[in-house]
């Protein structure tokens, strides 16, 4: 199996790998044909799985796409690469994705675009875009993907594949590199609901390593996230908020959504007007609070510490600049930028603290939607099918007002899922597909993957 996937990514052209070691796959994959013979395997132990290269991962490189991390070997790996390595599955290798995972196309990386396998002249999405490449192109049957402000779920949409962002604090960012971490959730991305279920069900869980991991006493951290997949949808009230089938949205999209809508009736579902009025001000929110964090994160690429330094320098401070200048990318610097002058003292309470204010309304917007009117909500990923390669790369705005329809669930810590529903018509050739967002309350994730397994 493990043989299978490494020839079909030797022979592969979309660029979704970074980083792959035959000789170290096919080690843990001998290592899991005999802890099977054994008798000692478990449901996935054998199976393999690719790694976002956000996680890091002992013995390979970790480079978050980043010049500045470019020859970077981890001593340890991330608790998420740990888990999976003990439950036996073997790592293919590691994906590419936007740098720091800041993007929505995979065009942010340093190691070039990634394209899509549905229509290669199509974006794949991002920041996870070498994990859902990866996935839908079967170069592997399973990856990890981290989401900030949709980065599983809309990469799976453009890809059509399926990926679930869990409640904040289900996975442990431990190893995870950091880009914003209030928002930052690690999940799968794999071609089914049921994929998905088994493997949460090794990622998920308590870290003492992280220290804002659920706790057991939030709620029930031990749960088996397939436990319901089978379960009819009989009487679930699916909220559709009017905010997410406004203006700009594509038709080709929504006509997708609204006919995968009208399937959830016919299980049994009703559909609900909600409304969540504050959905436009997750983007400013989100753009603000997301480069905050990250220029704090990323002041720990100084040059000293990790990876790249810059030659020719004349004394510290110009080694700090000039590494920073040269390690970083463009999309990079403008978020330092952002974040470092939205933190200024005089504009902090002006920016940051607003924000932090805006951003409570937001998750008061879904519990009220929670508390009165549906089990779960549903809406489009995104607004558009993925757009064509380029087309918006030196357009940061453009990207980023892609994202409204995913950064409110970020901002609000909430379990988000994208399914596959059909396709839309590219701008130029090709089928491209429409995924479906669901939303649910917190520790939703095994009602989220029930309903999408039923769907599929
Ligand atoms: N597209 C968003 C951004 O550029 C989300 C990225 C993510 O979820 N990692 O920040």
Redesign the pocket.
Known sequence: LTRHYLDRIAASKHNAFLHVDAELSLAQARAADERIAAGAGGVLTGVPVAHKDIFVTKGWRSTAASRMLGNYVSPFDATVVDKLGTAGMVTLGKLNCDEF????ANENSAFGAVTNPWDTGAVPG??SGGSAAAVAARLAPGATG??????IRQPAAFCGITGIKPTYGRVSRFGMIA?ASSLDQGGPMAQTAEDCALLLNEMAGFDQRDATSLTPEQGNLDEDFARDLNKPLAGLRIGVPKEYFGEGLATDVEAAVRAALEQFVKLGATLVDISLPRTSLSIPTYYII?PAEASSNLSRFDGVRYGFRADGYKDLADMYQKTRAAGFGPEVQRRIMVGTYVLCHGYYDAYYVQAQKIRRLIADDFQAAFRDQCDVIMGPVAPTVAWDLGSKANDPVA?YLA?IFTLSTSLAGLPGMSIPVGFGQGAKNGRRPVGLQIIGNYFGEAKLLNIAHQFQ
Do not use: K
């Open positions: 995972a800041m993007g929505g991002g920041s981290t989401d900030t402000g949709g980065s880009f997301a990207n994202d």
